[in-house]
């Protein structure tokens, strides 16, 4: 439990907890934003720098811009006056809150509680990239076609509709 | 408290708050950020457990959240697509009047 963790962890949850409950959209999405650069900041923490900078880059770059774009789009930047939770948020919440508490409780009593530190491990871009090559090449090329499959039908299904 | 603890906790916080804003917003495009956080979630959990495994040098936590993050992408790019097809149709992104099938 180090300085730096206690850091971060205040960081990104703050954010998430904005990101979650603030009324104005593009405070949200600025808020989530600082939330997944909070996360890959963990991730560099713990000794992944290959995944802290796609997070940056996928997360904060792409998918951060997405939803702002998202938010212009459908007008959602203008003040609403109307309620922000929907009519069923008490069991939501309530929801969430035996979520956690079931998540935490299992946490505190399991045994990876008692792992102690490793040595750093030695996860170089080089390595990454030859398993990838090697080991992973067909999931690889699936999660390529997924994403071209995924492009072109977001394109479809957000081109204006024809009047028939 | 080990540091895996403390990761663990504050991904099942992360998780518990994402899911909480998935439920309870009205606004589609925040549903949409929650469910994001709540694959951050899981996959900062991958990393703690890989970083903190006995053989870390087989990658698979982080050959895991490499495809966990593609998926997401793509995910995002559905989904907002998704927004932006409701908003066209019903003139709104509040998830409360979104209610009718028939088009």
């Not at chain 1, 934003?33 to 560099?44: D, K, N, P, R, S």
């Not at chain 2, 925040?30 to 996959?43: D, K, R, S, T, Y």
């Not at chain 2, 053989?55 to 998704?82: C, K, N, R």
Request: hydrophobic share 60%; charged share 15%; net charge neutral.
């Amino acid at each position: 439990m180090t300085i730096t963790f206690a850091i971060i962890a205040f960081v990104t949850i703050t954010a998430t907890v904005a990101a979650m409950s603030l009324r104005n959209l593009v405070h949200c999405a600025l808020a989530s934003a600082v939330a997944f650069g909070g996360l890959a900041a963990a991730y560099l923490q713990l000794d992944a720098q290959f995944v802290g900078f796609a997070q940056i880059l996928v997360y904060v770059g792409a998918i951060a811009i997405l939803i702002v774009f998202a938010v212009l789009l459908t007008r959602g930047g203008e003040p609403t006056e109307e309620a922000l939770f929907s009519r069923t948020w008490l069991a939501g919440t309530a929801i969430a809150v035996v979520v956690f508490g079931v998540l935490a409780w299992t946490i505190r009593n399991s045994f990876v509680s008692q792992r102690e530190t490793t040595p750093v491990p030695d996860a170089t871009v080089k390595e990454i990239g030859d398993v990838l090559m090697n080991k992973y090449v067909l999931p690889l090329e699936v999660i390529g076609l997924l994403l071209t499959a995924a492009l072109i039908g977001a394109v479809i299904i957000a081109l204006k509709e024809e009047r028939k | 408290m080990t540091p895996l603890i403390g990761y663990l906790l504050l991904s099942a916080f992360l998780f518990a708050i994402g899911l909480a804003g998935a439920l309870t917003r009205r606004n589609a495009i925040i549903v949409l950020i929650g469910i994001e956080l709540m694959l951050n979630a899981a996959n900062l959990n991958f990393i703690a457990f890989w970083r903190f495994s006995e053989h870390p040098e087989a990658l698979t936590g982080i050959m895991f959240v490499i495809f966990a993050i593609g998926v997401a992408a793509a995910e995002a790019a559905v989904g907002l697509a998704l927004i932006i097809a409701i908003y066209r149709h019903y003139k709104t992104t509040n998830l409360d009047e979104v209610d009718s099938l028939k088009g």
